[in-house]
């Protein structure tokens, strides 16, 4: 398992993508920051809340660690090295499992950038802008862990829905469609149900204190249901299905 | 001995489609098979389960007396080439070999070696992008070789190989066999193989249609002789009374169950004059396509 792990690593490191998906992060996150910095008025960054979500834009990276994770695997049917793959390790659970660990670790390695990031441009525009930061301990740990691991489990989400779906651009699609308007529409219409899809539930583990949010700790545990309920199914049809 | 490779009634149904149809063969150790038959008989099917990524819907496939997945690290006795597209064009060859090495703990060392074996070790930090096809079959086989495998399975590596990658991998093929080791290479050409392969396994739609000693399916066929005579009806006559039956085609002969020095040195003997004289090559393709012809069901 480790050494697999370690090749699956090798794997998010040897290519381009892994680099350009950061990058893509870097610009995104920097621009939402900016933006958001920039632009609002003071009343709308005054005040802990407020805060928090300035600040929690760091987790976009959990959108970047999905990618990843979902290209870690979707990557090896498009280009068929899943056959070589599973050749050298035929048991297909400890592959899935090693390509767990590995976007695991890119998606803390990502979270961190992101937050790292978001945290320090935030700070220089909230100062300059004479904005006195209002979060204590409690609201930055809560932010940091939720940032660091939502992102870790988000590339392990990645990873699940990789498995299940294979075709790397309708993961890509699914994911997308899934994050930007299914989780948005169910919170907006539905928020008792919505406040359970993983973003909301990130949010919550985050600290944010919008209505209808469960708890920090409710929100941990919703997300890490759908990341294993999605591995779980991810693992049960890899090991069924043929390999082409 | 126990086979290397033994496949036990395996069957494998693709909805109403039988892919591979009841199929058993063995495979001896240090022999090299050619695993034939036309595009679409089931060779690749047979070669996904034998090397667990397919499961057989009946039958078993083993390696080694156990199904594939059951084998402790498996690349360190059984190398495979399924498709020599198998790469991320993005990650270089080098790289490519390491994302395998490294999990079955293979060292750096082995992946240098292999990429010197198939004489890739010029361009190992390039990307495959880069790669010509020939270059990426080889890569392919450098994969198969990491572990020092007793046994290569390759599925149609002559494929896009210009006649040089070829004699290559033919050359290659016969070192690895030398050593004792094992191979089963499939093609859908016979001629392909032919000069590589001491055993053959037909199958056409599924089914084993012929599993022979090549050589023993070369001498049923006889090896006709063809020759090519101005005086063709008299070589014949001297044939015949040699006891050696030919069939006249217009000034040619052709000679069943002889040699071209026989047939050489009867005409010699009677003073007769001859334009050609060799083995006809394309008599065991013919005896292939006929073996694997599309009959009606």
């Known amino acids: 398992m480790i050494a697999q792990s370690r090749a699956e690593l090798l794997k998010i490191r040897s290519t381009r993508t892994t680099l350009g998906l950061g990058l893509g992060m870097v610009a995104i996150i920097l621009l939402f920051v900016i933006l958001a910095g920039l632009l609002s008025d003071l009343n709308g960054l005054a005040g802990a809340e407020n805060e928090r979500q300035f600040f929690g834009t760091g987790s976009g990276s959990g959108l970047f660690a999905a990618l990843a994770g979902i290209m870690l695997v979707t990557g090896e049917y498009r280009f068929g090295t899943i056959r070589p793959t599973l050749l050298f390790t035929p048991r297909r659970s400890t592959v899935l499992n090693a390509k767990v660990i590995a976007s695991v670790l890119a998606g803390i390695a990502l979270a961190v950038t992101g937050e790292v990031l978001a945290v320090a441009v935030g700070e220089v525009i909230l100062h300059s802008r004479g904005v006195a930061v209002d979060l204590d301990r409690h609201d930055w740990t809560l932010l940091t862990i939720g940032t660091v691991g939502g992102t870790a489990l988000w590339g392990a989400i990645g990873v699940g829905l990789g498995m299940i779906v294979r075709n790397q651009v309708g993961a890509i699609i699914g994911l997308l469609a899934w994050l930007f308007l299914v989780e948005n529409l169910l919170f907006g219409l539905a928020p008792s149900v919505g406040r359970y899809v993983p973003s909301q539930a990130q949010n919550a583990l985050m600290g944010f204190t919008t209505d209808h949010l469960l708890s920090p700790a409710a929100g941990a545990a919703v997300l890490v249901v759908w990341t294993v309920v999605l591995c779980v199914v991810g693992a049960a049809l890899a090991a069924r299905r043929d390999v082409s | ?297």
């Open chain 2, 1 to 297: 001995m126990a086979p290397v490779v033994r496949a036990e009634s395996l069957t494998k149904r693709f909805g109403k489609l039988t892919a591979v149809d009841n199929l058993s063969f063995a495979l001896e150790p240090g022999t090299i098979t050619g695993f034939l038959g036309p595009n679409g008989a089931g060779k690749t099917t047979t070669l996904r389960m034998l090397l667990g990524l397919a499961a057989p819907s009946a039958g078993q496939a083993l390696i080694f007396e156990r199904p594939y997945a059951q084998i402790e690290r498996p690349a360190l006795r059984i190398g495979a080439v399924l498709e020599a597209t198998d790469f991320h064009p993005g990650r270089s060859g080098r790289n490519h070999l390491r994302t395998l090495s490294q999990a079955v703990g293979i060292p750096d060392s082995r992946v240098d070696e292999v990429l010197r074996t198939v004489e890739l070790d010029s361009a190992a930090r390039r990307r495959v992008k880069g790669y010509s096809l020939g270059m990426r079959q080889r890569l392919g086989l450098a994969a198969a070789l990491l572990g020092d495998p007793e046994l290569l399975v390759l599925d149609e590596p002559a494929n896009g190989l210009d006649p040089e990658g070829v004699r290559w991998l033919r050359d290659f093929l016969r070192r690895f066999a030398g050593s004792g080791h094992t191979v089963l290479v499939s093609s859908h050409v016979l001629a392909e193989v032919a000069q590589t392969v001491d055993h053959v396994l037909i199958i056409n739609r599924g089914k084993l249609v012929r599993e022979s000693r090549l050589d023993e399916l070369t001498a049923t066929i006889g090896g006709a002789v063809i020759v090519r005579s101005p005086q063709a009806e008299q070589l014949a006559d001297a044939l015949r009374r040699a006891e050696i039956e030919a069939i006249a085609q217009d000034h040619r002969l052709l000679v069943h169950g002889t040699t071209t020095e026989r047939v050489g040195e009867i005409a010699a003997a009677a003073g007769i004059v001859l334009h050609e004289l060799r083995t006809e090559e394309s008599s065991l393709e013919e005896v292939f396509l006929e073996l694997t012809a599309e009959r009606p069901e």
